[in-house]
């Protein structure tokens, strides 16, 4: 699988009550070469701080990667932030 590279601003799952889960949003065009709108592991960095996480569906059409606080943190990003990010592979690979 090529890298893909794009930016996305973090924001809560649920932006209504602001905390919990932080997500950011995969751009419509990288969502078939991640496999689809299904859940996921994938690995790549955000910010140019490694990770491994998930991808899942967001609703409406959309694919999102779990964001957790070690990985804003390792990044110095927080929720609100646009990051810059690239998934590198997915599942075991």
Do not use: C
């Not at 419509?28 to 569906?57: C, W, Y």
């Not at 804003?72 to 599942?91: R, S």
């Amino acid at each position: 699988m090529e890298p893909i590279r794009f930016s996305g601003q973090i924001r809560y799952w649920n932006p209504e009550r602001a905390s919990g889960l932080a997500v950011v949003d995969i751009p419509a065009p990288h969502v078939e070469a991640l496999g689809g709108l299904k859940q996921q592991r994938v690995r790549g960095t955000i910010a140019a701080a490694d990770f491994t996480s998930n991808v899942m569906p967001a609703g409406g059409g959309r694919l999102a990667l779990s964001v957790s606080k070690a990985m804003m943190k390792a990044a110095g990003v927080a929720v609100g932030d646009v990051a810059e990010l690239e998934i590198a592979g997915v599942g075991r690979d």
